[in-house]
Every structure is written in structure tokens, then in C-alpha cells.
């Protein structure tokens, strides 16, 4: 009897043995396969054109991804280079805290930013950065271990904000040193739109964001 075969086995012949239709060259015009494109009965050649494109759009779509992605990048470096240098162009201590939050809120589009330090130098007291801090809101910030990102749960940070009744998503983001330890600020940004910031959004920026704020804002400290 002949054994019958089934679709692995005749895959694996054809796999092993890729000299068979230069061999039998007439089939790869005969073979007729059903074409899951169109619906019609394509030749074997024309089914590997359609394989073929199909794979050919496929890259092109996660070129086109990887492209956006590249700029979308660039176009974050370029704010926080700007950013950057607005920190650096501060005269005075003093001047960093507003200078941080006004361009946070001017190079990145952030509708509402605020900030809260404590222990900070003598002379910086009575400043606004250093104003109505409770006990709860330095154990929030020494609570987070990573950036929160996600809604607004009537967080006491938030009520910093001058409009915070308008806040639905919030980022808040803890002020340590360079050793990390204890916070010593909390950095907040807020926006009316629930989706700006996310509980999905990656964090890795905004990490960033608040060590190169941590870094700034050290001079402050008593």
C-alpha cells in the first residue's frame, strides 16, 4: 500500500529538496492555489507575488512606525534641551523653581505645573516653593519609588496647582538627590484631559525630567 501523505511531510520534502520545481519547472505554472486576497484561483507565482507584497507592506508599516517614533523622539530631546537651558540661563537659587515649572509648562505644552520644597535654605522660607507643605505630603514623596502617572485622585500635591479643581490627569514626579535617600520636593503637572497623562505611559522621561529637576533645584537645600 502507499502510505498517504499529509501537508508537514510534503512541506518538509519541498523544504529539503529546493531544487524540485527547477526539476519540474512545468507545475509552478499548473499549481493552482485559492487566493486569500481576492478569493479567485491564482497560479503558484502569482501566490507568491501576493506573499511577497503582503511582506513588502508589512515592512513598510513598521518602517513608517519606526520613523514616527524617531521623530517623535527628536522632537522630545529638542524641548528638553530647551528646557535645559532656560534652568542654566537662571541668574539667581531663587529663579529656578519658576523657571523650572514656566518652561515645563512653555516647551511642553503642560497646562499646569507647580512644585513644593522643604528644608530648604533659611533665606528661602517664606518663598512660594516652600509654602504649606504638610507632614503627609513629604511621606507621599518619600513614598514613590517612580514617577505616578494616571488620574487624579484629589492627591494634596495637586490642590497646589492654581486650577487644580480642572485637573483630571496628573503627573507627580519626587525631587531627591544624587544619592536618592528622602525627597526633599514633589514636582506637579496637571492637565484637564484624563488621557494626557496616563496610567499606561512609559516613564522613562519622565524620570528624566524630575532627576534633571532634583539636580537643579539642589542649591535650594539647607
Not at 535654605?121 to 519609588?145: C, I, K, M, T, Y
Request: proline fraction near 4%; charge should be negative; aromatic fraction near 8%.
Amino acid at each position: 500500500m502507499t502510505a498517504t501523505l499529509d501537508s508537514s511531510a510534503v512541506a518538509r520534502y519541498l523544504a529539503d529538496n529546493p531544487h524540485f520545481f527547477e526539476e519540474h519547472a512545468g507545475l509552478l505554472g499548473s499549481v493552482r492555489l485559492s487566493s486569500p486576497l481576492t478569493g479567485k484561483t491564482v497560479s503558484l507565482q502569482e501566490r507568491q507575488m501576493e506573499v511577497m507584497r503582503d511582506k513588502y507592506r508589512t515592512l513598510e508599516l513598521r518602517m513608517a512606525e519606526l520613523v514616527r517614533t524617531a521623530e517623535d523622539n527628536a522632537a522630545i530631546a529638542n524641548k528638553f534641551h530647551a528646557w535645559t537651558q532656560a534652568l542654566l540661563a537662571a541668574r539667581h537659587d531663587a529663579d529656578l523653581p519658576r523657571a523650572l515649572v514656566d518652561g515645563l509648562r512653555l516647551h511642553f505644552g503642560v497646562p499646569q505645573a507647580t512644585l513644593r520644597l522643604w528644608n530648604v535654605q533659611p533665606e528661602h522660607a517664606a518663598a512660594w516653593f516652600a509654602d504649606g507643605v504638610s507632614e503627609d505630603a513629604r511621606l507621599f514623596a518619600n513614598s514613590l519609588l517612580a514617577p505616578y502617572c494616571g488620574s487624579n485622585h484629589d492627591f494634596e500635591a495637586v490642590r497646589w496647582l492654581d486650577d487644580a479643581a480642572s485637573v483630571q490627569s496628573t503627573v507627580i514626579l519626587p525631587l531627591r538627590g544624587a544619592g536618592a535617600g528622602a525627597a526633599f520636593g514633589l514636582l506637579i503637572l496637571g492637565s484637564p484631559d484624563p488621557e494626557r497623562f496616563a496610567a499606561h505611559m512609559a516613564t522613562d522621561f519622565l524620570t528624566h525630567i524630575g532627576a534633571t529637576a532634583s539636580a537643579a533645584l539642589a542649591a535650594l537645600r539647607a
